[in-house]
């Protein structure tokens, strides 16, 4: 048994879910297909929602524009005779959602909690219309197995009871199972939560974790994982076979094809995942797997991670441990740090997500509070404006000067490196630069190793 996914793009439009169709319908055994929203609507969603909270009375335009763009592809998607009850059904919850905005337009008010519950209407109606497109389709509601804990402020997986409830809803009969992707539910509140932006694909890696698939694909509108993002490096070209642990390292640094969660459970139960393009089905597409065959490339592509700040704090030889005791309070806390080296200092040097820079200042100005008044420079310095730039690949350690190499030719093009990570890992390089000239140094360094 296989999991397919659609993204936002291949469920967007008529020509592209009649796409979907066909290649759903061509499989001959039962098959799990989840769906994203309609390419583009969650971003208009979170839009619409904030209009109503600062009350501008434009967001009843957007509703109806969200309405009609669904009534419109039902009308030219679904056969007739099972239109009018995916129109009943749909137009039932798109009058949810006008409600819920009205709602949120007289509170003037956008909780957390509401935005959620706004953007699950994207995936509840798009696998509505999927499950009823498709010949032998079947719903299968996510917010009734893909549960959530709380864990420092986000809302992240709960994988041992999500695993339990996926087993027991699809032990029934199916022929082809149409899931929601992205959204779940709190295990203790049941309120509506998400998986985070993008996290399709990880509702889809959770299932065929669950239900040991032979196979997880994921269908974009790219003919597979590619040396770098070809809407930045047009010349980019499709890699045919990565790791599980190259692929992890480029998405998560930056590389949007699979939502960076995604990959462990499915590493875990060694099953391969597919990049394939719904816009050229046939095209090979890259196989994610664990195993070693060459795929003639030795680096497997550059990334971009933009905005990650630099944290450098000093170290005191009267002062035990800094580093240890600044790695361990950001980790328990949840904060993933991205370990640097920054030429002529020798103190501590990560980068981190921006999302997460205040976090992670509040914690080591907390975790030196008792000895910052005599050991100043413990702390953290912080510099903003700059992106990180990955290198991913085989064996890097053994390429012991590539590091010095990129740098070299960045300096070449003009661009300072303001840290970098050689030798720290043998499957990802990364450097930070200003993230004005993130782009460049993307170009130059793709074209230097790929
Ligand atoms: P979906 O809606 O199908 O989930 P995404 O937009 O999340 O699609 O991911 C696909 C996009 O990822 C591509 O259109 C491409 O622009 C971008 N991308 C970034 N890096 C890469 C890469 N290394 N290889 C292929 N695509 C990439
Ligand atoms: N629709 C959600 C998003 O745009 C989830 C996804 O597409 O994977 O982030
Ligand atoms: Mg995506």
Redo the contacts with the bound molecule.
Sequence with gaps: MKVLKF????VGTVESLTNVKKIVEAIPEPAVVVV?AL?GLTDKLIATAGKASHDDPSYRDDMQAISFRHFNIISRVIDEGKRDEALRLVGGLLNDLSRLFDGISLIRHLPQQTLDMVVSFGERISSIIVAFMIDGGKRFDSLDFIKTEEWFGKNIADQKLTTSLIKEKFSVPFDKAIVPGFISTDRKTGNITNLGR?G??FTAALIAAALDADLLEI????D????????IIPE?EVVPRMSFVESME?CTFG???IYPPTIYPVFHKNIPIKILNTFNPTAPGTLVSDSRMDSGFSIK?V?VLRSTPLFSIGSYSSVSNPESRALNALARQGVKIYPMTVSANAALNFAVAADDEEKARAILLSEFAPEIPSHPLLAPSIKGGLSTVAVVGENLKSQPRLGARIRNSLMRGGIAVEAFSDGMSDSTLTLLVDSQRANDALRIVHSLVV
């Design positions: 993204g936002g793009t291949s994203s390419g993008g399709s694909d269908w974009t509108d790219v597979g994982f590619m040396t770098a993002d070809p809407r980019a480029l590389a949007k094809v592509g990334s």
